[in-house]
């Protein structure tokens, strides 16, 4: 069973705003389908657009946000997950603080009264069958670690057994998910992190190779495993191969050999444990179903995270997260309306 605090983690704290638009949407602010980018000037003006004449809904995201929520769900036991972030002194940081209360996280705001609460657009297309994801950090660019300074703090990343970032946060703070994976990797305890974006394997490869070396457990889908290949010159597009060369990459806690898990959409999730490559098919789900499919990705690693943090084997991990992703593409948004009920 799962304790208070056994999942820890960083991340960029984001209110989602979330509406379903066409291809011209895109087009008018440069962005693509089935991509997650930084905003820049030129998409500023998008966010009042689509409040002004979208149909909105305000969800708390942020990829890790996403994640614990998820974990919070499945468990269905307060407080299993500790979050530590920034947030803006305003509105959108009390719809933050209170979305994640309402989901039983435990989020530690590092709150900057300077900068406001940091906002995702999810653009969502094609009948909710691909999403555009334009994040304006805001706020949550200016987590450091001083908030680790805080004793309270560090005695909660002190207390958890389990930790996990996505990649998104080497954007922001990569010393701070260099401390946690440094603090998991002398405590022989799990840290977990994700590719996130192929962007960051392109243009954050420096920090994303810092962490590797403490990384445990590697998540990542189809599109982002043949960037970090790019990036690596591992030479293949080969999913199963990039995994399997990913795992081997350089590890300081050598007792413990990397898990490598990528999903593929309808397709079977690769997962590359002790050297062998295993195929795990989906939980196959009709395309009138399928509602958005935004969070997805973010919902099967907390799927798989709430059975990890409770020691169960990989097999049933994988099926948590078949199950959590499945569900949440049937939503609109990462909103859980039902109890979990995985069996």
Same mark, same amino acid.
């Given at each position: 069973?799962?304790?208070?605090?056994? @999942?820890?983690?960083?991340?960029?704290? /984001?209110?989602?705003?979330?509406?379903?638009?066409?291809?011209?949407?895109?087009?008018? $602010?440069?962005?693509?389908?089935?991509?997650?980018? @930084?905003?820049?000037?030129?998409?500023?003006?998008? &966010?009042?657009?689509?409040? *002004?004449?979208?149909?909105?809904?305000?969800? !708390?995201?942020?990829?890790?946000?996403?994640?614990?929520?998820?974990?919070? %769900?499945?468990?269905?036991?307060?407080?299993?997950?500790?979050?530590?972030?920034?947030?803006?002194?305003?509105?959108?940081?009390?719809?933050?603080?209170?979305?994640?209360?309402? =989901?039983?996280?435990?989020?530690? $705001?590092?709150?900057?009264?300077?900068?406001?609460?940091?906002?995702? =657009?999810?653009?969502?297309?094609?009948?909710?069958?691909?999403?555009? @994801?334009?994040?304006?950090?805001?706020?949550?660019?200016?987590?450091?670690?001083?908030? &680790?300074?805080?004793?309270?703090? %560090?005695?909660?990343?002190?207390?958890?057994?389990?930790?996990?970032?996505?990649?998104?946060? /080497?954007?922001?703070?990569?010393?701070?998910?260099?401390?946690?994976?440094? $603090?998991?990797?002398?405590?022989?305890?799990?840290?977990?992190?994700?590719?996130?974006?192929?962007? /960051?394997?392109?243009?954050?490869?420096? !920090?994303?190779?810092? @962490?590797?070396?403490?990384?445990?457990?590697?998540?990542?889908?189809?599109?982002?495993?043949?960037?970090?290949?790019?990036?690596?010159? &591992?030479?293949?597009?080969?999913? #199963?191969?990039? =995994? /399997?060369?990913?795992?081997?990459?350089?590890?300081?806690?050598?007792?413990?050999?990397?898990?490598?898990?990528?999903?593929?959409?309808?397709?079977?999730?690769?997962?590359?444990?002790?050297?062998?490559?295993?195929?795990? !098919?989906?939980? !196959?789900?009709?395309?009138?179903?399928?509602?958005?499919?935004?969070?997805?990705?973010?919902?099967?690693?907390?799927? &798989?995270?709430?059975?990890?943090?409770?020691?169960?084997?990989? =097999?049933?991990?994988?099926?948590?997260?078949?199950?959590?992703?499945?569900?949440?593409?049937?939503?609109?948004?990462?909103?859980?309306?039902? #109890?979990? *009920?995985?069996?």
């Amino acid at each position: 069973m799962a304790s208070e605090g056994d @999942l820890c983690g960083i991340g960029n704290p /984001l209110l989602d705003i979330s509406a379903n638009a066409d291809e011209s949407f895109l087009k008018k $602010y440069d962005l693509e389908a089935n991509n997650a980018i @930084l905003t820049e000037d030129k998409h500023l003006p998008m &966010f009042k657009d689509m409040i *002004d004449n979208l149909e909105v809904e305000y969800i !708390p995201g942020g990829a890790t946000q996403n994640t614990f929520r998820v974990v919070q %769900w499945v468990l269905d036991k307060p407080k299993v997950c500790t979050f530590f972030g920034c947030i803006g002194e305003d509105d959108y940081g009390k719809k933050l603080s209170e979305g994640m209360a309402s =989901a039983g996280c435990n989020a530690r $705001y590092q709150i900057n009264k300077e900068v406001s609460t940091g906002t995702c =657009a999810c653009v969502i297309t094609s009948g909710g069958k691909n999403r555009s @994801l334009a994040a304006n950090l805001a706020a949550a660019n200016h987590f450091n670690e001083s908030h &680790f300074e805080d004793k309270e703090n %560090w005695d909660l990343v002190v207390k958890g057994k389990l930790f996990y970032s996505a990649g998104f946060h /080497l954007t922001v703070s990569p010393d701070s998910m260099l401390r946690m994976a440094k $603090y998991a990797a002398e405590n022989n305890k799990i840290y977990c992190t994700n590719l996130s974006a192929p962007f /960051l394997c392109q243009f954050f490869s420096e !920090p994303m190779m810092k @962490l590797m070396p403490y990384v445990d457990f590697l998540f990542g889908n189809e599109t982002e495993a043949v960037s970090f290949s790019e990036a690596q010159n &591992f030479g293949t597009k080969d999913v #199963k191969e990039i =995994a /399997l060369k990913a795992a081997e990459l350089e590890k300081v806690n050598k007792g413990r050999k990397r898990t490598v898990v990528f999903t593929q959409g309808d397709q079977a999730t690769i997962v590359v444990k002790d050297g062998e490559v295993t195929e795990y !098919p989906i939980l !196959p789900i009709k395309a009138d179903q399928i509602v958005d499919t935004n969070g997805a990705g973010d919902a099967f690693v907390g799927g &798989f995270l709430a059975q990890l943090v409770q020691d169960q084997d990989i =097999a049933r991990c994988v099926a948590c997260g078949h199950y959590a992703a499945s569900y949440i593409i049937q939503q609109s948004g990462t909103t859980m309306k039902d #109890k979990a *009920d995985f069996k």
